[in-house]
């Protein structure tokens, strides 16, 4: 299957190769002073339209959401809550994300959270044979399908950036 960096496999890696889902690790030097995907995308030589970005937010009822857009994009939260089918959505506060999900900003990935949240996946995902997401750690992107991720995340397509 796929290599693995040496502090071992992420929840994310585990789900992929549990399903039998083949991908690809790629792994770049940590910034802490620059956690972006731009700057992700940027180290590992990889096109900006081709590595999305994991964003968790949050509607007015108090449950979450999970979109996955092209790192360089903005979300569009109008668009996000008409695809969740919710008044609004704000973005999750950084401070919650590990215990909402159990990731750490920047190595957030739609794969493997504590809990399943509606994904909704930016529909430019599937102009590619592969995409880069997190793997769940910082340093660490899986590169998949992005059909199979859709299919691995119980994801909707939809256009989700302005």
Do not use: W
């Not at 964003?55 to 979300?75: S, T, Y």
């Not at 493997?112 to 994904?119: I, Y």
């Amino acid at each position: 299957m796929a290599r693995h960096g040496v502090a071992g496999k992420t929840n994310a890696m585990r789900m992929l190769d549990d399903a039998g889902v083949t991908y690809r690790v790629a792994t770049y030097e940590v910034d802490e002073g620059d956690l972006s995907g731009v700057h992700a995308a940027q180290l590992l030589g990889q096109p900006m339209d081709q590595v999305f970005k994991t964003l968790v937010l949050v509607g007015r009822d108090g449950d979450h959401v999970v979109c996955c857009i092209p790192v360089a994009e903005e979300l569009d939260l109008k668009k996000a809550a008409v695809a969740a089918r919710d008044k609004s959505l704000a973005m999750l506060p950084v401070r919650q994300l590990a215990a909402v999900t159990g990731y750490l900003r920047g190595g957030c990935s739609p794969l493997g959270m504590k809990r399943a949240f509606p994904t909704f996946i930016d529909e430019t995902s599937v102009l590619f044979d592969e995409i880069a997401v997190s793997a769940g750690r910082r340093g660490e992107q899986v590169i998949v399908n992005p059909e199979e991720l859709v299919a691995m995340t119980s994801a909707q397509l939809v256009d989700l950036v302005r």
